[in-house]
């Protein structure tokens, strides 16, 4: 699906900056200004270099302009105290509720996104035109956030930018099992060698067992971790030369 | 587990206020500065309500003294381009990775998370005081994150506040199969009173079942559908009535 961010009657434009900034940093680039105030060099200098979407937002004069052609249409919360009685803020999704849905529907399409004004949030009669409702889960003692740090939150959870960690945890090998038993069989072949007490070896070899598990030891870490041990092997051996 | 959120050197005071705001929006207190410009008006106007949190900060002269007591020692990063040769920035977490983590370590203790500069982000000495590197999946085309979306990233992902997400949708009830099952069975009895052609009526009632099926109906939904359902058959036994 393709998303679309509406601010609706924001009332900073360093906050619309702000927020076009954040878009591109997800890969969204696809922004809608409900009656905004003029856009300024200060909205330029925090959008940094997502000038061009700044540049390229849509103004509309209402929130049905704004929503028009929409698959889905999205209001966002962060207030409390929802009841059943009120079919106005129902049903109430979390942003993971939101994530599988969007995943979930394959026939593409828009999903509008609302964010209400900074001061007032989105009103009734705007809520009224969502089909869901979200809600970004914060705390009692401050619920409100700022504008652009909750376009932040729901856009991170909604990208599908993966910032190269697809392409980086590829090039990066973890050790099979073999290759982590020959390296504890290593370490255990040297543990005789510098004379460690029978009584503690065997305690010892599942803590260092326990120690290395949890750090996930890549290919090449394991081979460094091998080369300190022969070292180490060479020294203790050229020592047992010289003491003999 | 604590966390600790630790700015290192960072420019903009307002960027010190909108961290603070966010922190709380999360639920987090525990703020550590080191080396930060001065901390004026801008700041205190940008925290807003999170004023508290701003003025319970602590400012330390280095990393070192700021990551005193910590148990693990996360850096983050939206730099692209890891390698496996690259120690610096080994291993490699995404956030997800990160909370999975925090979730499994049950001993409790700090966990800091270091942010740098909004212009070189953290260098690579500090780095390699870190004992992860995590990184927030950006866009290629413009990697570089504003520092307080990058907090609000971070600790939206690590927060435990659910905003009352558990309470509200335990407040909302969702319809059993049974109730479904007699909110059908009246949909059906309904289109033979108003006289629906009897070999579309299959297709049709397949058609509402998926609609309201996908539509998650509640509890108190239900009661709706099948009060309109029973005007309307009122309705049309009157008319029926007048017209026999």
Chains 1, 2 share one sequence.
């Not at 900056?17 to 925090?46: H, Q, T, W």
């Not at 290593?186 to 070896?201: P, R, S």
Request: contains cysteine; hydrophobic residues 45%.
């Amino acid at each position: 699906m393709e998303i679309r961010t509406i601010l609706v009657e924001p009332k900073l434009d360093e906050n619309i900056g702000a927020v076009a900034r954040v878009m591109k940093n997800f890969g969204f680039s696809d922004l809608y200004l409900v009656n905004p105030p003029d856009i300024g060099e200060k909205a330029m200098y925090v959008a940094s270099h997502a000038y061009d979407v700044l540049r390229a937002c849509e103004i509309a004069g209402s929130v049905e302009e704004a929503i028009e052609n929409s698959v889905i249409v999205a209001g966002t919360t962060s207030k409390h105290g929802i009841s059943t009685n009120k079919h106005l803020r129902m049903p109430f999704f979390s942003l993971q509720q939101l994530k599988e849905k969007v995943e979930g529907i394959r026939t593409g399409g828009i999903l509008s996104i609302l964010f209400g004004s900074e001061d007032t949030g989105l009103k009734n009669e705007v809520l009224m035109l969502c089909d869901i409702v979200v809600c970004i889960p914060t705390s009692p003692s401050y619920p409100v956030m700022n504008l652009s740090h909750a376009v932040a939150v729901v856009l991170y959870e909604l990208s599908e930018v993966d910032g190269g960690m697809a392409a980086a945890s590829g090039a990066i090998k973890l050790a099979s099992v073999e290759a982590k038993e020959r390296l504890f069989m290593h370490v255990k072949t040297f543990l005789d060698e510098i004379g460690y007490k029978e009584h503690k070896k065997e305690k010892t070899l599942l803590m260092l067992r326990r120690i290395l598990g949890r750090a996930e030891l890549t290919v090449r870490e394991v081979q460094t971790l091998r080369g300190i041990l022969r070292k180490a092997e060479w020294k203790v051996q050229m020592e047992n030369f010289y003491k003999d």
